[in-house]
């Protein structure tokens, strides 16, 4: 049985649909990630799962309890909020006991479960310091510790890590999803930020103005989106238009304005007719940079710009008026103006619809 089930949920705002007719099945122990811009309704679908907004209709559905009526405080759903909402006058202990009083559960249990929840975020040592003297990151893992002392059916994370500089918010998703998986919880957390959601999630909503887009691990996602927005939201992506000349079970020629291009067959989401048109989706990383002539899928190029970022360059490249992109690690300097040849493994294409966006 799933831990979280979303049956239809519709939601408008002043006659403006934010959701329409959204299902979800959340499985015991997933990390379930809500990915999207900002405004296509990640956190409302959030707060209807919390209580704290009204669902239009269809119905939320709680490890095999109908909660669709219930206000926040029945529903067993502790929340992580951006900004974290820690009480103030209260120091890092009391702010992981408050909910446990509210449950009037035993002392004994309440000092023993936030003495765990300390230790479990690594807080332990700042049981008595007051929350507004904490960094960031401190605050972060208190209302972490709040929210995981309450056991609820599912954990709630609204954009969780915004507030917070990148170093930390790399070492905070592993911390979160270690924690997680180490005490079995199920989790639904809503984030704009890919790096975050690839990272952490077992998978992936991707969402739009509207609901869901698709839904997958975060592998098969990155690797076949089903739309160029989904591509572009959950990475660097170029696009070429395409015509299919031929297809036979294992693969496909298309014709592009980079030239003849063969795409590889097996987990296509499109099945592609000759004579239609597509679009070929790939990422910069896929591409072989000077590559030999004789490659499969070379194309000729001209370096048009290079961006040196590190631990990889990013190489503009220009075939026959078509603007491409490459990622490289450990690269040699490429000069502009330079004509090479890049090639794009047949497998690193995903055929998609031409009508998509
Ligand atoms: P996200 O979390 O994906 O950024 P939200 O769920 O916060 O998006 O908002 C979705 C859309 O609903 C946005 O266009 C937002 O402006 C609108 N919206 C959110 N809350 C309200 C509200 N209380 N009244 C009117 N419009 C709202």
């Not at 120091?91 to 909910?99: H, K, L, S, W």
Request: net charge neutral; with cysteine; glycine share 8%.
């Amino acid at each position: 049985m799933a831990m979280l089930e979303l049956r239809g949920v519709s939601k408008s705002y002043a006659d403006t649909p934010v959701l329409r007719s959204v299902d979800l099945s959340v499985e015991p122990g997933e990390l379930m990630f809500l990915l999207g811009p900002s405004g296509c309704g990640k956190s409302t679908l959030l707060r209807i799962v919390a209580g704290l907004i009204r669902q239009d209709s269809g119905s939320i559905v709680l490890n095999g309890r109908d909660v669709s009526g219930l206000p926040p405080e029945a529903r067993d759903t502790p929340m992580v909020f951006q900004n974290y909402a820690l009480w103030p006058h209260l120091d890092v202990a009391g702010n992981i006991e408050f909910g446990l009083k509210l449950r009037k559960l035993p002392r004994e249990e309440i000092a023993k479960t936030t003495r765990e929840m300390l230790s479990v975020v690594g807080m332990t040592e700042f049981a008595k310091r007051k929350v507004n003297e904490l960094s960031g990151g401190q605050q972060q893992r208190v209302a972490l510790a709040r929210a995981l002392a309450l056991r609820g059916s599912i954990l709630l994370l609204d954009e969780p890590l915004s507030n917070l500089d990148a170093r930390l918010r790399d070492l905070m998703r592993s911390e979160i999803r270690r924690i997680c998986k180490e005490r079995g919880l199920t989790a639904l957390y809503v984030t704009h930020d890919r790096r975050e959601a690839l990272s952490v999630g077992d998978r992936i909503a991707v969402m739009k103005v509207g609901g869901i887009l698709q839904l997958g691990t975060p592998r098969t996602l990155y690797r076949r989106p089903a739309t160029k927005f989904a591509a572009a939201f959950l990475g660097d992506a170029d696009f070429l238009d395409a015509k299919c000349l031929a297809s036979d079970g294992d693969g496909a020629v298309f014709e592009t304005a980079a030239g003849k291009l063969r795409v590889k067959l097996d987990d296509q989401p499109v099945k592609p007719e000759p004579n239609a048109p597509y679009t070929l989706m790939f990422h910069p990383e896929a591409v072989h940079v000077d590559a030999p002539e004789t490659a499969p899928n070379a194309i000729p190029c001209v370096v048009r710009d290079e961006v040196f970022l590190g631990e990889t360059t990013v190489l503009t490249l220009e075939s026959s008026g078509v603007t491409l992109h490459a990622s490289e690690g450990a690269a040699p300097e490429r000069i502009p103006g330079a004509s090479i040849f890049c090639a794009v493994p047949p497998d690193a294409f995903t055929i998609l619809p031409p009508e998509t966006r």
